[in-house]
């Protein structure tokens, strides 16, 4: 889950934690602009419909079917190694993990993705729960507040979607300012491999105490 900064979240397959990047934490990766279908004739000032995060100058929107193309180009674009990308297109082949309305990307200005994040069904025990990974930002737009107005929104949808409990792998001075704290310690939530309490991390939705148990994660996560 080795990301280019704090914004990138890797697979486990990636590294240590090193942000919002891909193993189940989620990332943050930079790369060329992908196709999509945004409209991106808008004069300056004119934000062609969407609505843009509230404290970034970034377009968070579920992505469509149009985007996978650049998804998959920004999370090779975030990373050393094609792992995350792959992970995606193969979570989105799970009907088990992949949760239509939960994978996100962050519009430029210009209308082109930039960002990308993703929630997958996990479960605590056997209590529905999602896995954050990977998030990605293109390079050139990394450390730019793309990658935190992806998640902010990302996680927005999930509450509205009824979800309750949110579970990443990452950077530990990243992500508690979106309100995650360690699993383990905190509520009693405990990883499927020995990881570091303050890189696993948990987040109630809907205010509830989060339930006790062990993490087990989609097989496309390759976690035993």
């Not at 929107?61 to 090779?76: F, K, Q």
């Not at 508690?176 to 990881?195: E, K, V």
């Amino acid at each position: 889950m080795s990301g280019k900064d704090t914004e990138n979240t890797g697979t486990f397959a990636s590294g240590a934690p090193d942000g919002a990047g891909g193993t189940p934490a989620g990332g943050d990766a930079t790369g060329t602009p992908g196709s999509s279908t945004k409209d991106i004739s808008a004069a300056p000032g004119d934000t062609g419909g969407r609505t843009p995060d509230a404290v970034s100058a970034w377009y968070p929107r579920p992505e469509t079917a149009a985007d996978a193309p650049a998804v998959r180009r920004i999370n090779l674009a975030a990373f050393p190694t094609p792992g995350e990308a792959d992970l995606v297109d193969a979570l989105r082949r799970d009907p088990a993990a992949w949760l239509p309305g939960l994978s996100y990307v962050a519009d430029a200005p210009d209308g082109t993705p930039a960002a990308h994040a993703l929630l997958t069904r996990c479960h605590i025990d056997e209590v529905p729960a999602v896995a954050l990974a990977p998030c990605a930002v293109l390079p050139a737009h990394q450390r730019s507040g793309a990658g935190g107005a992806v998640i902010r929104a990302l996680l927005e949808a999930a509450r509205a979607a009824g979800e309750r409990t949110a579970l990443v792998l990452g950077h530990p001075p990243y992500y508690p300012r979106f309100g995650f704290a360690p699993a383990a310690s905190r509520f009693g939530i405990l990883p499927p491999q020995p990881w570091p309490d303050e890189a696993f991390l948990a987040l109630s939705l809907d205010g509830s105490p989060p339930p006790r148990g062990t993490v087990r994660y989609p097989a496309a996560f390759g976690i035993a």
